[in-house]
């Protein structure tokens, strides 16, 4: 046993011996979705072979266990490099001291000419903390061969013909829309986009930032909407017992026939499906009110207490080229933030893309906008809500008192 | 004598017998089953929702051979190995020593350091993330093998004190005595006479731990960052999407890295149920 335990030990000394070479990039990342692993193996490859002298070791994670361990090796050892999203998830940790200033890279690349849909979204008072590679839409992805068998012909723009088409589908035994609240996130897109459509892009905005209290008469117009839905029947039953992905046999079996999601979903249509899936956006509540979208960006950024940060920066530089961002995001089915890099053809991407280019505003989403405690109280109330809408006025004081806790009292 | 042997029952408390046992030992293995289900389907099966049905293509070769291809799931395993077999050593020798010393010698606060090595059991070790990760940063072994082996050899070594003092203790005393009256040195008695003796606790220990530290997590995660150093539970987490997971990669890689444990149980089975029950059947 000792023996073995001898060598094992000379092992494991030579094999942890090979870290800290000049020119070593150190990248940690949490895009373990098979699609994005691809992508980024890609980006990773094509950038070394930009800079041969250069060696990347990319660690990846999944989202969960990246969350527990970014609050470890940001402090301590931090790579060169991290995927992590804009908007107010980076604020937290740029609050925190723990990411870098990469405003040079955006000045020398000319990144806010180049990306003028991120810019704030990358911002912190004025100053920018990371790039971001990709982002997306959210809308409804629907078959249209269940669509034509309840007999509709075109795709609800107002909220009347989105009421008339859950009606139709329900009358045609097949449920409008599938949804898995177990996550609870699913659940934020409706609140999203129901607000920015009754109540616009700044009410959303302040509300995100606890400006607002979530027991204003104007919240609850949303949750009156939302009741509509939820008494008419368009959501499938039990959605709390179902993970978003759980829930999408419901689509692929063809007994519900919408999903309000992402592009990520795209890849898990089986073939014959995915000929039947098409795409259209939020319809419009209110028509005085203007368009507004969320849009999720991915981005990377650098540690503070990273090693090598200049060949951080030039990944950074590299990542935001046109050519490299029309490539990365066309493997992951999203969008490419710079303006010159050309969108995938693919009728999702360029459905999401058409979209966001005639929106007043974007907005990152509701886990990514306020405040990470507040999101999962709200979210939590949002999947109560779903099945009891009843109880709506005491699950908003308690996401209130959650805003209060956190903002300060109004 | 309890349980009752099943054939001094009644003919049709027999029957129920015959009947209940096949059924709930379905019930109880379904969630291993459906594991091995899943391992073999294709990933639009499961995008159907078809998670019990047949499958529409056998697809276990194929989901294995992405397991291999698509994650370094060798390195992950040899690292579990290079991990686990030193902390194991380690923490088998040093409570071995400690156990004795508790055991053996009758000396002033023998009992509040054992009481010490027991209360350090009942530490949720998440509390202990921070302190360990700086300690390791000092130390100058983060991410590196020894980082996991330190810590593993230390937050075990309590419980195998514990266990090994127990079982020493019970040892005739005796032995020791005569040995001492032959002049035997007391480094010669603990190799010579405790060690050969309490080999088959060391073994009921040595599985045990193994199965601790083979499928611990969270100190990998929280003291390594390479890829290249991590073991199969932190590995396996990459198959995991953010959004979307390939549950049958999943399901394939949680059968491989289940396996060596498995086998080790098996291979050791004896020791580990008269290392559970050690002591029980004394009045």
Known sequence: ?410 | MFPRPIQERSRSRQLMYKVALPISLIIWLLPMIAIVATAGRSLSDLNRGNYWGMPSEWAFIENFAKVFGSSSIGTYLLNSVIITLPSIAGALFLSTLAGAGLALYKFRGRFLILALFIAGNFVPFQILMIPVRQLTLDLGVYDTYWGVILFQIAFQTGFCTFFMRNFIAELPFELVEAARAEGVGEWQILVHIIVPLVRPALAALAVLQFTFIWNDFFWPLILIQSDELRPITLGLTVLKGQYISSFNLLAAGSLIAALPPVMMFFAMQKHFIAGLTLGASKG
Not at chain 1, 254 to 268: D, N, Q
């Open chain 1, 1 to 410: 046993m000792r023996y073995l335990k001898t060598t094992v030990c000379a092992v494991a000394l030579m094999l942890c011996s090979t870290s800290a070479f000049a020119r070593d990039l150190v990248m940690n990342a949490n895009t373990s979705d098979p699609a994005q692993k691809l992508a980024m193996e890609e980006l990773i490859a094509d950038f070394e072979a930009a800079y041969p002298e250069i060696d990347v070791k990319f660690n990846l994670y999944d989202h969960e266990a990246f969350k527990v361990a970014m609050r470890n090796f940001l402090v301590s050892d931090a790579p060169d490099l991290i995927t992590w999203n804009a908007g107010n998830r980076m604020k937290v940790f740029v609050d925190l001291g723990l990411l870098e200033d990469v405003s040079d890279v955006w000045q020398a690349e000319g990144l806010h000419e180049a990306m003028p849909a991120v810019v704030s979204a990358s911002s912190v008072e004025g100053k920018q903390y990371g790039v971001p590679y990709a982002y997306y839409a959210w809308g409804f992805y629907y078959r249209k061969d269940l669509f034509e068998q309840a007999g509709i012909t075109s795709t609800p723009t107002t909220w009347e013909e989105f009421l008339e088409v859950g009606a139709k589908l329900n009358a045609a035994g097949i449920t409008p829309i599938t949804i898995g609240t177990k996550d609870l996130w699913p659940t934020a897109g409706w609140f999203d986009f129901l607000n920015m459509r009754i109540n616009g892009g700044e009410f959303h905005a302040q509300l995100m930032d606890g400006k607002v209290a979530y027991t204003d008469e104007r919240v609850k117009r949303v949750f009156e909407k939302w009741a509509e839905l939820v008494s008419a029947d368009f959501f499938v039953e039990n959605h709390p017992g179902y993970s978003f992905q759980e829930a999408l046999p419901f689509m692929n079996q063809g007994k519900s026939a919408m999903y309000l999601l992402a592009p990520f979903i795209v890849s898990m249509f089986p073939d014959d499906v995915r000929e039947q899936v098409e795409w259209f956006p939020f319809p419009v509540i209110d028509p005085a009110v203007g368009i507004y979208e969320d849009a999720p960006t991915d981005s990377f950024h650098i540690p503070k207490n990273a090693t090598n940060k200049e060949d951080a920066r030039l990944f950074l530089a590299f990542a935001a080229q046109a050519d490299v961002q029309t490539k990365t995001a066309a493997t992951l089915d999203m969008l490419p933030p710079n303006i010159n890099a050309s969108v995938k053809d693919d009728r999702f991407a360029q459905g999401g893309f058409a979209q966001l280019g005639q929106a007043n505003g974007i907005m990152q989403f509701y886990d990514r906008d306020t405040d990470p405690a507040l999101a999962k109280v709200g979210m939590e109330g949002f999947q109560e809500f779903m099945q009891n809408p009843d109880r709506i006025d005491a699950i908003l004081q308690r996401i209130e008192a959650e805003r209060e806790r956190i903002y300060g009292a109004l």
